[in-house]
């Protein structure tokens, strides 16, 4: 370039793709994942007892646009859809995509392959707080919302800060060991008085037992009103944790020399995750599987780097739960299975398959 | 250019004193090695200056003790290569050398172009630009330590602290690893302190030695005063003949006291 004369030096170009190698989230993979989350979706919305068409269905959720409002959808068809078959829906995209989330990121600040949001007795607590309520308080409230489910929040909230304050006094072991065996001990423990109170009241024990299984019963969108908040906060602060979980993969000791408090993103991982795991168990029950099997699933896929593997799971966890959910009240209709049972029964031998025919040292 | 100043330091496990009293000054672009029979106390001395355990006494780098920093502002004084660095499988070398940059950004920080470009020169110096894609649990030995080397490079840090840098490498790799972080605190005026148990190695590329036995310095200064006969037989139970090389260097080489008794024959 010339200006009066001189030559100015030229500005350096700017250099593409630097840095080869680095985690990106593949494109491919966020687009199928939204497509398996939007075909999960309609299926759901479209399978039902009462026979409604995909016309309608698209009908029924233009109808409160303004530009398209004269809707010619049936009132009782709409109402179906409205208060029962889309909350359902969106309920179980929810939960399956906090259990994923949350499953991943236990697996990244625990580097424990087999961590799942459970580990630090968050179902344990939530089974006790839930069977509690259930046994010895039938169909009360308090401040209008159903006791059970606030039982559960509450009873997964203490199980998870019990083992957290039991694992920091442990000194002599490795930090997360520490915890994870805490978990394993407050585990037990809730267990056995659940159990207990399960096995002395015994005129309760079905609904008890479907409690524990999981299910999406809802009707009209009290439940996604409930949970949403703790999971949008929850998943967007596991969210803006992934380089710091790719970090804490060197170890407690490297990471620290790099300057991270691996002690305080485990912390501040815990609590988030914890905060959106009660929330959805308190809602849905202690559905199993889901935050194991959807994480190490996409890892197989795509890769390791929690860049990666949490925002994936988000989708694929949401698409699958919503799937097993359909799947649930569909298999033996009338009768609705629980979706314990279905995300265990398709998730297990799918697993298995993606394991087999991938490279299992990605795990 | 930084100076590192350890007075009175004394460290324990539990109740188990590993180090004591140590006092110790290390000048700005120095090398200096700590020797000494396993057990020494050499790891533990490189721990507690990155701060990976708690000491008494008072550690200093340019005059700031170690202990009034944070974490971040510690990271960006010091970095230290382990003597086993984990490195998680299917991590690429960019991705583990980019963690590097840590200590320059905030916690829900993101890495920038400037943090690309510092990673991306030091992986052209260290010649691991090639390998920048492949998965860590795809090198060999000695393109691990460099890895490593990388990792600790890209915190951009005036001291840097190496533990054992040449344990489970070849000959040639040794050479190759030492020359390069000869190369490199000349180039970048690092303050060098590493753990060495190879002598000979330490007797040619450190500028000082700091002999440590049983937790204790008994010894500090240059390889031809610290490497003597004498010293090495009384603190390392050895017999070795001391060479002078290259002038100011020092090999050590060990030498068998007793010829071994013919077979069937019985020693009184």
Redesign the interface.
């Known amino acids: 370039m010339l200006i009066l004369g001189r030559r100015l030096p030229a500005p350096p170009a700017p ?1 593409l793709a ?6 990106r989230l593949p494109w491919v993979w966020a687009v199928a994942g939204l497509a398996a989350l939007l075909g999960a979706a309609t299926l759901g919305v479209l399978v039902g007892p009462v026979h409604i068409g995909l016309g309608t269905v698209v009908q029924a959720l233009l109808a409160p646009i303004p530009w398209f409002g004269a809707s010619s959808v049936d009132p009782s068809q709409a109402s179906i859809l409205w208060s029962l078959r889309i909350p359902r829906v969106v309920l179980g995209a929810l939960v399956g995509g906090m259990l994923a989330t949350a499953g991943a990121a236990y697996q990244g600040v625990f580097r424990n392959p087999l961590a799942d949001p459970y580990l630090l007795g968050a179902a344990a607590g939530a089974n006790l707080g839930a069977t509690l309520a259930i046994a010895f308080a039938p169909g009360s409230s308090l401040i209008g919302v159903n006791l059970v489910p606030l039982a559960g929040f509450v009873g997964a909230a203490l199980a998870v800060a019990g083992a957290y304050a039991l694992g920091r006094t442990v000194t002599g072991l490795r930090n997360t060991i520490g915890l994870i065996l805490a978990g394993v001990a407050i585990a037990a423990f809730f267990n056995a008085i659940q159990t207990y109170i399960q096995q002395a009241q015994t005129n309760n024990i079905r609904q008890v037992y479907s409690w524990i299984l999981g299910r999406l019963v809802t009707a009209g969108w009290d439940g996604v009103l409930l949970v949403l908040p703790y999971v949008a906060i929850s998943v967007a602060v596991i969210l ?2 992934r ?2 979980l ?2 804490l ?3 407690d ?9 691996a002690r305080r993103v485990r912390l501040i991982v815990v609590v988030a995750a914890t905060l959106g795991t009660a929330a959805v168990v308190a809602i849905a029950g202690t559905i199993a599987f889901v935050g194991i099997i959807i994480p190490h699933t996409v890892r197989l896929l795509v ?3 929690y860049r990666v593997v949490i925002p994936l799971s988000l989708l694929f966890g949401a698409a699958f739960l919503v799937l097993a959910d359909t799947a649930a009240r569909t298999v033996a209709a009338p009768a609705e299975l629980p979706i314990g049972v279905i995300t265990a029964f398709i998730g297990a031998p799918f697993f298995i398959v993606v394991m087999r025919s991938t490279r299992a ?2 795990l | 250019m930084t100076k590192v100043e350890l007075r009175g330091v004394g460290i324990a496990y539990e109740s188990e004193v590993v180090v004591s009293e140590l006092d110790l000054t290390v000048s700005s672009g120095e090398w200096l090695a700590l020797i000494g029979p396993n057990g020494a106390g050499k790891t533990t001395i490189l721990r507690a200056i ?3 355990v708690s000491y008494q006494g008072e550690i200093q780098i340019d005059g700031k003790a170690v202990h009034n920093l ?7 004084r ?3 290569v ?1 003597q086993e ?12 050398v ?3 940059r ?2 320059h ?1 905030t ?5 920038g ?1 400037t943090d ?2 510092v ?2 020169d030091i ?1 052209e110096r260290l010649s691991l630009d090639r390998l ?3 998965p860590l649990d795809h090198l060999s030995g000695g393109e691990r330590q460099r890895a490593a080397i990388a990792r600790a490079l890209a ?1 951009q840090a005036p001291v840097l602290l190496v533990d054992e840098p040449t344990s489970s490498l070849d000959v040639g790799r040794q050479q190759e690893v030492l020359e390069l972080i000869d190369a490199l605190r000349a180039e970048q005026g690092l303050t060098v302190i590493a753990a060495m148990h190879e002598l000979t190695l330490a007797g040619q590329y450190a500028d000082r030695l700091a002999l440590l036995v049983g937790g204790k310095l008994v010894a500090v200064g240059a390889p031809a005063d610290v490497l003597t006969e004498p010293a090495i037989a009384i603190h390392y139970h050895a017999h070795v003949r001391v060479l002078s090389l290259n002038g100011s260097g020092r090999a050590v080489v060990p030498v068998r006291s007793h010829l071994p008794s013919p077979p069937g024959e019985v020693v009184p």
């Open positions: 250099p630097l840095l080869q190698g680095l985690p803006l944790h380089r710091l790719d970090a993969s060197v170890g000791e490297e990471v620290t020399s790099l300057g991270i408090s890769g390791r780097s040292a990605a | 990155a701060r990976l944070t974490g971040r502002e510690l990271a960006r010091v970095a230290m382990m660095p984990h490195m998680p499988d299917g991590m690429s070398v960019s991705q583990y980019l963690l590097g840590s200590p950004l916690y829900f920080g993101k890495e172009r690309h470009r990673v991306a992986l920048a894609a492949r915190q």
